[in-house]
């Protein structure tokens, strides 16, 4: 257990439904990385934040996501619509400064019908 | 666009005998690398990383090698037990001053059997 947590851990949802997954970092990091893993792929950078301010989206992350770390705690990221394409593991990670290791959490598996 | 790289997919070892994993980097920028390893269902787990003023460095049964030269980087696993049957990525950090800073780059990972 790294100290990084995700609810749900695993979410079947159909076409078309909204879902919003939530990551709760390592207390006192102030960087929390958002990022999807497909099978047999590496985890690709979705956005990040550094406290509540978010600072960067990957082209990966279309117009139908959405991520909010409101008070620089626990982050959200929602996704809109959901296409079949979604279905990916939706990882979360978090560290104490930029450049610092990052520990992740153990993922929520979204299933998209 | 530059990216990670792993040049063996699959490696199969013997419980005991020393694993090595290699990774292809194409970023001169990145100064900070990272392995993780992922088993089935959970989320990478760090195991260790190495900063681009270093070439080496060692922790619990595992040490990083990190050649410049070359952008090469590898892991190496000291008496590969069956608990370290798992997917181990290395990951990039991009250099201070850019800013995507602290955005981790991925390899495709090398799926590691260790058979008792």
């Known amino acids: 257990d790294t100290g990084v947590s995700q609810d749900p851990r695993h979410k079947i949802t159909k076409r078309g439904q909204n879902v919003t997954f939530r990551c709760d970092p390592i207390?006192?990091?102030?960087?929390l990385y958002w990022y999807r893993q497909t099978l047999g792929q590496g985890p690709e950078f979705l956005t990040y934040?550094?406290?509540?301010?978010?600072?960067?989206k990957s082209r990966l992350l279309s117009d139908r996501f959405s991520a909010e770390r409101p008070k620089g705690s626990f982050s959200t990221l929602e996704i809109q619509r959901t296409e079949q394409g979604d279905s990916a593991m939706y990882l979360c990670?978090?560290?104490?400064?930029?450049?610092?290791?990052?520990?992740f959490g153990p993922g929520t598996r979204l299933l998209v019908l | 666009g530059e990216s990670v790289g792993l040049h063996l997919p699959t490696l199969s070892v013997q419980e005991g005998d020393n694993s090595i994993i290699n990774c292809a980097y194409s970023?001169?920028?990145?100064?900070?690398f990272i392995w993780y390893k992922q088993e089935s269902g959970k989320g990478p787990q760090f195991i260790i990383d190495?900063?681009?003023?270093?070439d080496k460095r060692q922790g619990q049964r595992v040490t990083v090698l990190l050649n410049k030269t070359v952008k090469h980087l590898s892991l190496q696993i000291a008496a590969t037990q069956p608990g370290d049957s798992a997917v181990y990525f290395c990951a990039e950090n991009i250099g201070a001053g850019g800013t995507s800073y602290g955005k981790l780059t991925f390899g495709q990972g090398t799926i590691l059997t260790v058979h008792p």
């Open positions: 970023n001169s920028a990145s100064d900070y």
């Open positions: 190495i900063r681009s003023n270093m």
């Open positions: 207390s006192e990091h102030n960087r």
């Open positions: 934040f550094q406290n509540e301010a978010q600072l960067e």
């Open positions: 990670a978090s560290s104490l400064v930029p450049g610092e290791t990052q520990y």
